[in-house]
């Protein structure tokens, strides 16, 4: 496995990968698979562009598909630039259990310390999603509050876990 900045050019893989994880699993992304279809492939290509406190790492398997992929994105408020959120982070079913994601995230951990500045870490997990909420802790996230009925799909609501890593 290789796990790497993703750039411009890997916004076809990207964006493949990412319309099977809003498909797939709705509940677990805040956008959805019909919006993000929508947009076109330069819209992807420039979410994809690394800036300063703003990047996504890829995991390749062997074949070189990305199986992978985990975003962070530093906040740009002089008075919380301290801090840096998690998102997006996907694991494709069939790379599960190779540790994948817990590659993902320590290299993203690594890349946010190198972050001048950076204290803490934050991301929002579905509290339901345990194995995901085992990975978070697994590379030292610690949670601190649960938003009751945060997300509501088709009637169905679920709670958000709160989790924070300081750095």
């Known amino acids: 496995m290789i796990i790497r900045l993703l750039t411009v050019g890997d916004a076809e893989g990207y964006r493949a990968l ?9 509940e677990a992304f805040l956008s959805t698979y019909e ?3 929508a947009r ?11 800036e300063t406190g703003k990047f996504t790492l890829g995991a390749f398997d062997a074949s070189g ?18 801090k840096a959120n998690v998102y ?7 790379a ?36 995901a909420v085992r990975l978070y802790a697994s590379v030292g996230f610690v949670a601190y509050g649960t938003e009751p009925r945060a997300m509501k799909i088709d009637g ?12």
């Open 18 to 26: 990412r319309l099977r994880a809003l498909r797939e699993h709705p």
């Open 35 to 37: 919006a993000e279809v």
């Open 88 to 94: 997006a982070v996907y694991v494709a079913p069939e």
């Open 156 to 167: 169905s609501y679920y709670d958000d876990q709160h989790m924070v890593l300081v750095l």
């Open 96 to 131: 599960r259990g190779n540790r994948v994601g817990q590659s993902l995230l320590q290299a993203l951990i690594a890349k946010a310390r190198a972050c001048d500045g950076v204290e803490q870490l934050h991301l929002t997990v579905m509290a339901s999603n345990k194995a």
């Open 65 to 82: 598909r990305l199986a992978g992929v985990a975003t962070l994105v530093r906040e740009t408020n002089p008075k919380i630039a301290h």
């Open 40 to 50: 076109p492939i330069e819209a992807t290509s420039a979410k994809l562009a690394p």
